[in-house]
Antibody, heavy 123, light 110 residues
């Protein structure tokens, strides 16, 4: 079964660091873009950035550039999202997503495999 | 503000057809396909439509997508109570070199 398994919920204090993970299984993890998506309480979805595991090409949304770091460990088919100094406004659910490949065409904005989400509370 | 614009809410009665719009510009919807996600309460988003009008396996044909110029639409035919959810449009943005979402539309089945 193709799936993305995310790490568990976290409760942190402002200023602390955090690294959450997203492990893929059931498909060739390194061949497909991975996206990180934020959903703040009662709000919509925001793409934070994307990474291509095969060559670690990373692109950040301007809203998140400089505040988070996206990385990948190809040896264990795992992507990461990390913060060096959390703020209360980082309280949200974070999803990873991947694949988005249909009939030989890449469609990064149409990812069909999603993790279950990681709830991060900063207080 | 989201890059793509959706109405915040929509509603319909069982059996009706509801349409949700998504407005963008030439950098996103105008030059690329539109995709739609459904998010049921407390769950991760689920891809509903890709490449403007294609449905992943398992998505009922009651859901259909279309595009005209810089706007996309999602139509839900034969509305059912289980369709009550948040719906998001998404597209690639050529100027940002990233995907972008709409703000989401909460669909209520009356």
């Amino acid at each position: 079964e193709v799936q993305l398994a995310q790490s568990g919920a976290e409760v942190k204090k402002p200023g602390e660091s955090l690294k959450i993970s997203c492990q893929g299984s059931g498909y060739n993890f390194i061949d497909f873009w991975i996206g990180w998506v934020r959903q703040t309480p009662g709000k919509g979805l925001e793409w934070m950035g994307i990474i291509y595991p095969k060559d670690s090409d990373i692109r950040y949304s301007p809203s998140f550039q400089g505040h988070v770091t996206i990385s990948v460990d190809k040896s264990i088919d795992t992507a990461y999202l990390q913060w060096s100094s959390l703020k209360a406004s980082d309280t949200a659910i974070y999803y990873c997503a991947s694949k988005g490949y249909y009939n030989g065409k890449v469609a990064i904005s149409a990812m069909d495999v999603w993790g279950q989400g990681t709830t991060v509370t900063v207080s | 503000q989201s890059v793509l614009t959706q109405p915040p809410s929509a509603s319909g009665t069982p059996g009706q057809t509801v349409t949700i719009s998504c407005s963008g510009n030439s950098s996103n919807i105008g030059g690329n396909t539109v995709n739609w996600y459904q998010q049921l309460p407390g769950t991760a988003p689920k891809l509903l439509v890709y490449f403007t009008n294609q449905r992943p396996s398992g998505v009922p044909d009651r859901f259909s997508g279309s595009k005209s110029g810089t706007s996309g639409s999602l139509a839900i035919r034969g509305l059912q109570s289980e369709d009550e959810a948040d719906y998001y449009c998404a597209a690639w943005d050529d100027s940002r070199h990233l995907p972008v979402f709409g703000g989401g539309t909460r669909l209520t089945v009356l």
